[in-house]
């Protein structure tokens, strides 16, 4: 299922999509960033960054210039309301979910608390 960011509560910001896009220039033709959420981490949930050629049928498809963001609905669920960022701080570069939903994360914002 493809939807634009207006149809769904979770935004990809400029920064992540321009990397993404940069990301994905560098992969075969069809392949997405997958955004998940597992169980797991410091704690309790975890994001997961990945890539993958496979659209399943209840994924949802989040487009911003050359990016193209997969979600599943399990994930989507944990990810309301988010936007997903990519920061470049002095402690180094990485992709970072801004989850209002979460009550509390870990230091490195890779696992969270709902």
């Given at each position: 299922m493809s939807a634009t960011t207006d149809e769904i509560s979770v935004t990809v910001?400029?920064?992540?999509?321009?990397?993404?896009?940069?990301?994905l220039t560098g992969e075969p033709e069809g392949t997405f960033f997958r955004v998940s959420v597992e169980g797991g981490g410091c704690s309790?949930?975890?994001y997961k960054f990945g890539f993958d050629s496979e659209v399943a049928e209840d994924d949802i498809?989040?487009?911003r210039?050359?990016?193209?963001?997969l979600i599943d609905q399990v994930s989507l669920q944990?990810?309301?309301g988010s936007e997903i960022d990519f920061v470049d701080e002095?402690?180094?570069?990485?992709?970072?979910?801004?989850n209002?939903?979460?009550k509390a994360s870990c230091g490195c914002g890779t696992s969270f608390t709902l």
């Open positions: 910001s400029a920064s992540a999509a321009e990397r993404i896009g940069r990301i309790g949930f975890q498809v989040i487009r210039d050359d990016a193209a963001v944990f990810l309301q002095l402690i180094g570069q990485s992709f970072k979910v801004v209002p939903n979460a």
